[in-house]
């Protein structure tokens, strides 16, 4: 069972090796304290390990909650995406607050030396992500070039 946790929505993805389920459950603060959501993700493709993607690698304006890359033995890695469906085009800060950035909250020296800070934040919000230089603005940046087919 490798079991993965979204800190920032409460939920609980539980991913089981040589199975192709994906189960998720959110926790809350209140009894019954766990809850089941819907059916997660469903394939016949056995997994043979799991990992997600940093919150500021998503899809915000997509509503993209995480990605999991699933390794099988036969087909390679494969993305599975999450989405909360939303009417707004609008940025969500109610599922999406702010993320690990990636800079370090501490050098290695200070590291070396005991120091236990928290870790730097920044907010998802594409508008302040391409003011920050990271993650392109959520589907902004700098435009791609289109190659012909042959």
Request: aromatic share 8%.
């Amino acid at each position: 069972l490798i079991p993965l946790y979204d800190h920032d929505t409460s939920v609980l993805y539980l991913c089981g090796k040589g199975d192709g389920i994906i189960r998720l459950y959110e926790f809350d603060d209140k009894a019954p304290f766990c809850h089941k959501l819907n059916d997660g993700f469903r394939s016949t493709t056995p997994g043979k390990g799991y990992c997600m993607v940093p919150k500021r690698g998503l899809d915000i304006m997509g509503c993209e909650t995480n990605r999991i890359m699933k390794l099988t033995n036969k087909d390679g890695i494969h993305p599975l995406s999450f989405v909360v469906p939303r009417k707004s085009d609008a940025f969500q800060d109610d599922i999406f607050p702010p993320a690990p950035a990636p800079t370090p909250a501490h050098s290695f020296s200070e590291w070396m030396g005991g120091s236990s800070k928290l870790p730097v934040t920044m907010k998802l919000d594409p508008k302040s992500m391409k003011s920050a230089g990271v993650g392109g603005g959520g589907g902004g940046g700098a435009k791609k070039t289109a190659f012909k087919t042959v």
